[in-house]
């Protein structure tokens, strides 16, 4: 059959009714008042001709020649990730066989149309086949959309309703203004609404149920008749909300987005976030809080790692300064823990505090720390040379064991390839950097009143022994030396210089050595989930492409990095200079503390650094398992395992667990999520995105963040939101969601830096600093606010950036 009754569907069957077609059979199945109607099956769209006689026959069972309403139902719509709404026609008001037959056509011509190709594309849906559901017109009293969760701030204890007199096509498409209702616990009077409170309490019981039995907030489009009896029109899942903890439940409980610290905004693969959790149990053991719950601090939300703050806001001792102490994490983190603050669901409470276990991790990590920042401090140039001098004998412990051969014994190699790294070289290679900030901390509580925090944090331009900015230099000493290659390079698609890099049929412009040292490292290089640049250089190549248009030698990277190198140094004299005219006793202590920050700071990346070749041994001895498993088609490629916890490949590895379907659903939801654009800074454990519920402050200047690294360029901006692929020409600025090392061979070029998340002493800000250009950060949605092309100005101490124009010289990138 090609027509269907409206109660004879399968909400299940979405292949052969569409996505609008299940949700009305969702919700007939739930025992909602529907309008009588059918369905004209992707069957009749697949042969290419309406089905007249089956047509008139389903027409003529819903009373002949009465009004009908007929909407696209196409198998790419209403998804629970993509609402696809508005991109197929629905055309009200037909009467007659005719007309009837002629809208349904309309309704297959719109799933062709420009716009829903892109929308499909931008939401990876390869193809689509288009059912059309006919019902019966409902003439409403008032009609308009009940949203089971707040769309705007998450919070999934909240309903909005937006209503309107009349027919509900016009709050659906924005072009009236509606009445607007949230409600919540109690049910407010709305005098002059088009809805009195009767009619809210039914809705809101009605949204209940429908929820309960589709199992997640849904998108409810509604109409009241004359008689007002309430009809519902469509359902569908609410696509935009952020996921909840899945721990969520009892008491609300608030976190805190920790990715931004790291650079990393997109979502952690689920063997990611795995590796993650377990490398944080490992680390807390190690510091002596052995059986600690991990799993009560840190948790995954939407593929992203966030830690439990609710001890800390309900904490009497804490929460008072605890706005103070999220600084560090930006604006943004401040004025949503303020927010939480006033909330008198979070009011202060006792707490237990875990003596015993505190005074364990003092006395186990105290000396040994204690004794590693004296040394730095003594004699800065020995412990530098020391802890440097660790990366290689780290390199050599995280090498591939010769003897393993089964999935299980690769497994356990990954499980413990962490320690060793862990509890030697990445804690020593921390001192020498507490000791820089220490330093430089003291010295701007010491300048206050001589000196800003900028020009404080001037000192550590152009710092040397930072394998960060020696990566990058290195691969422009590559470009600079591939001049003769110049055409080939820059004018051969990336993907062949791949595949003739790997075939061994490039020129040896020493890439090979430079993969040697740095192949271990990639944007979002925290997740195992991530390829390297061993396995796949084309990012390494996108930067040196970029590097090889660079035609000035005057904003050469090596040429840059040496001045903002002596503007460093210059800055100690000035600040010294300043101490000695103003407060001469302190002067020889600021001197000393601002050539140790000097001196030290360089080894900012160094930790992470070691840690790197653990977490790529980890990856490869992963990749090996799955091969294995996949061998035993337990998954479908090696690839897979990624997209599995550590006990699910277990599960795997010892009992022959199937695991194809679980890890191609996860890899769908990680492709989802890699699409989402906004992840709130601080959530509650209710959905609600606490930055969303704070008014939006008005700035007529333009843009704010906060100054990340001092100085001002004026440029044309270039947005990127993945590395990959992309570019800056010299002079450009910047504009990213967020940059982590991976991202830091586009600052060689870069005029400035604007990041829409971030801390001061995250990865990409701290290498601004070090390359001298500015750096503003935690500018809200500047990736949206700014295109590129535009002509901007970014002011790295005061933390603004203005848009001097609306030029546009090109689509973004990526």
């Known amino acids: 059959m090609t027509v269907i009754p409206l109660t004879d569907l399968d909400p299940g069957d979405t292949e052969r ?34 089905p007249r006689e089956e047509v008139a026959a389903a027409y003529a069972e819903l009373g002949g020649e009465v009004p009908v309403a007929v909407r696209s ?38 799933l062709e149309t420009a716009r829903a190709r892109a929308y499909r594309e931008a939401n990876d849906v390869a193809e689509a086949q288009m059912a059309v559901v006919v019902q019966t017109m409902v003439e409403p009293r008032a009609a308009g959309v009940l949203f089971t969760a707040n769309p705007i701030t998450g919070a999934r204890g909240e309903m909005v309703i937006d209503a309107a007199p009349g027919r509900g096509s016009g709050v659906v498409d924005g072009s009236i203004e509606a009445d607007h209702y949230v409600l919540g616990e109690q049910i407010p009077l709305h005098p002059g609404g088009c809805l009195d409170r009767a009619q809210l309490t039914e809705l809101q019981s009605v949204g209940r149920r429908i929820q309960e039995h589709a199992g ?23 696509t935009s909300l952020f996921p909840v903890p899945e721990t969520a439940g009892g008491e609300l409980r608030v976190y805190m987005e920790t990715g931004h610290m790291q650079g990393m905004l997109q979502p952690m693969t689920p063997m990611g976030a795995s590796v993650m959790l377990q490398v944080s149990r490992q680390w807390f053991e190690m510091f002596g809080a052995k059986g600690a719950d991990v799993s009560s601090l840190l948790t995954i939300i939407g593929g992203r790692l966030f830690v439990d703050l609710t001890g800390f806001v309900r904490a009497p001792g804490i929460r008072r300064q605890l706005p103070e102490s999220m600084a ?99 804690l ?24 800003t925090e900028s020009e404080v ?15 990058d230099l290195r691969l422009w000493q590559i470009a600079a030396e591939a001049t003769e290659h110049r055409q080939l390079l820059t004018e051969t698609p990336v993907a062949q210089l791949v595949s003739r890099y790997r075939e061994g049929s490039l020129p040896d412009i020493g890439l090979e050595g430079f993969l040697a040292a740095y192949g271990h490292r990639s944007a979002a290089e925290i997740d195992v989930g991530v390829p390297r640049w061993a396995e796949n250089p084309a990012p390494v190549f996108d930067a040196l492409t970029n590097y090889l248009r660079q035609s000035d ?23 010294v200079a300043r101490a000695r005219r103003r407060r001469a006793p302190l002067a020889p202590l600021i001197a000393f503390l601002l050539r140790r920050t000097r001196a030290l700071i360089g080894l900012r990346e160094l930790p992470k650094f070691l840690w790197l070749y653990a977490l790529d041994r980890v990856r490869q001895e992963l990749l090996a398992a799955g091969e294995i498993l996949a061998g035993q088609g337990l998954l479908t490629e090696a690839g897979d395992i990624m997209f599995l916890d550590r006990e699910e490949v277990r599960a795997a590895a010892e009992t022959g667990t199937d695991q194809r379907e679980l890890a191609a ?56 939101r993945d590395p990959h692929g992309a570019r800056v020409e010299p002079g450009e600025i910047l504009v990213a969601p967020t940059t982590d090392p991976g991202w830091t061979p586009l600052f060689l070029t870069a005029a400035g830096l604007v990041t829409e998340t971030g801390a001061t002493m995250a990865h990409g800000p701290t290498v601004a600093r070090e390359y001298g250009i500015p750096a503003v950060i935690c500018v809200k949605d500047a990736t949206s606010a700014i295109r590129t092309g535009q002509l901007i100005t970014i002011d790295g101490a005061s933390g603004l950036v203005r848009v001097e124009d609306e030029e546009t010289g090109g689509d973004e990138s990526r």
């Not at 990680?670 to 454990?685: D, I, K, Q, Y």
Request: glycine share 8%.
């Open 17 to 50: 009714i569409g996505g609008k077609a299940a949700g009305l059979a969702m919700l007939i199945a739930a025992g909602q008042r529907v309008p009588d109607g059918f369905c004209l099956t992707t069957q009749a769209y697949q042969a290419g001709a309406v």
């Open 73 to 110: 139902s196409a198998t790419a719509e209403d998804l629970p990730w993509a609402s696809f709404a508005g991109q197929q026609d629905t055309i009200l008001g037909v009467r007659g066989l005719d007309d009837l037959v002629t809208a349904i056509e309309t309704c297959w011509e719109s």
């Open 216 to 238: 997640s907030p849904q998108d409810i489009e509604w109409a009241l008749d004359d008689g007002g009896t309430l009809w519902l029109l469509q359902s569908r899942a609410v």
């Open 328 to 426: 560090l994490y930006g604006p943004r983190v401040v004025a949503a823990v303020e927010k939480v603050l006033e909330d008198p669901r979070f009011t202060p409470r006792r707490l237990r505090i875990p003596v015993g276990t505190l005074a364990r991790v003092v006395a186990r990590t105290g000396p040994p720390m204690l004794r590693g920042i004296i040394s730095a401090l003594r004699r800065p140039e020995a412990e530098r040379r020391r802890v440097l001098a660790s990366a290689p004998a780290v390199r050599a412990s995280c090498r591939a064991p010769s003897d393993v051969t089964t999935a299980q014994e690769h497994l356990a190699v990954a499980e413990e390839v962490h320690l060793d790294v862990l509890s030697g070289p990445m």
């Open 428 to 451: 020593d290679a921390l001192n020498p950097l507490w000791a820089a900030m220490g330093c430089q901390g003291l010295a701007t509580v010491l300048l206050h009143g001589l000196a």
């Open 457 to 471: 944090s001037a000192v550590v331009r152009g710092a040397p022994h930072n394998v960060t900015t020696e990566m």
């Open 553 to 575: 030698p005057h904003q050469a990277p090596d040429v840059r990095f040496r001045r903002a190198a002596t503007e460093g140094e210059a800055a100690i004299e000035e600040l």
């Open 665 to 720: 659903a996860r890899r769908a939801t990680h492709r989802r999520e890699l699409r989402r654009r906004h992840v709130p800074v601080v959530l509650l454990s209710d959905g609600t995105d606490v930055e969303a519920t704070l008014p939006v402050p008005e700035n007529a200047e333009g843009l704010t963040g906060i100054g990340a690294a001092a100085g001002t360029a004026t440029g044309r901006a270039r947005v990127i």
